[in-house]
T-cell receptor, first 116, second 114 residues
Framework: AQSVTQLDSQVPVFEEAPVELRCNYS??????LFWYVQYPNQGLQLLLK??????LVKGINGFEAEFNKSQTSFHLRKPSVHISDTAEYFC??????????????FGKGTKLSVKP | ETGVTQTPRHLVMGMTNKKSLKCEQH?????MYWYKQSAKKPLELMFV???????ENNSVPSRFSPECPNSSHLFLHLHTLQPEDSALYLC?????????????FGPGTRLTVT
């Protein structure tokens, strides 16, 4: 069955330090992968997505993620974080059935807290 | 207005009240979704509509009643709710006929049931 695991519920980090938020998924078919960010009292905003092609994808706000098919992972990284990156980050997976797609399945989220 | 809008942004209701949440998308998408976001729980998909037809109901209690009069509007009618229904309700839309298939979310309605 399809599932998404975000290994860290909270990640504290100092400003200008690098950060990696981990995401692993399980699926028996090919998938589309997404990272969303949620700022306090707001909805979810798409950071980046992987559909096909290059396994390294770049998104908004300096974030990037790498799809690793053998490890079924899609970890999110940023080389230098800012205070404004403090938010909750959600990894999501959508199964690809060829002519249609499954529902978007979300991980439980990782709260990134950037300290000065 | 652009993107996905939701009204109201905040709602407090008693257990015997009847209220409705509204969602509107200005993106020309064909699919619309209701999600529930509770503290310490993953996002829960509640309903899916595709071209106004309900294609998914994830075992949602009947006190939640969705309505999709057209591809741009989605409602969630609420009646006789329970305190555990207090949560952030998010609406989303997507274009599923071709890639990239991502969902666009509204800002949510923060619901408190007293």
């Amino acid at each position: 069955a399809q599932s998404v695991t975000q290994l860290d519920s909270q990640v504290p980090v100092f400003e200008e330090a690098p950060v990696e938020l981990r995401c692993n998924y399980s699926s028996s078919v090919s998938v589309y992968l997404f990272w969303y960010v949620q700022y306090p009292n707001q909805g979810l905003q798409l950071l980046l997505k992987y559909l096909s092609g290059s396994t390294l994808v770049k998104g908004i706000n300096g974030f990037e993620a790498e799809f690793n098919k053998s490890q079924t992972s899609f970890h999110l990284r940023k080389p230098s974080v800012h205070i404004s990156d403090t938010a909750e980050y959600f990894c999501a997976v959508r199964e690809n059935y060829g002519g249609s797609q499954g529902n978007l399945i979300f991980g439980k989220g990782t709260k990134l807290s950037v300290k000065p | 207005e652009t993107g996905v809008t939701q009204t109201p942004r905040h709602l407090v209701m008693g257990m015997t009240n009847k209220k409705s949440l509204k969602c509107e998308q200005h993106l020309g998408h064909n699919a619309m979704y209701w999600y529930k976001q509770s503290a310490k729980k993953p996002l829960e998909l509640m309903f899916v509509y595709n071209f106004k037809e309900q294609t998914e109901n994830n075992s949602v209690p009947s006190r939640f009643s969705p309505e999709c009069p057209n591809s741009s509007h989605l409602f969630l009618h609420l009646h006789t709710l329970q305190p555990e229904d207090s949560a952030l309700y998010l609406c989303a839309s997507s274009q599923d006929r071709q890639p990239p298939y991502e969902q666009y979310f509204g800002p949510g309605t923060r619901l408190t049931v007293t």
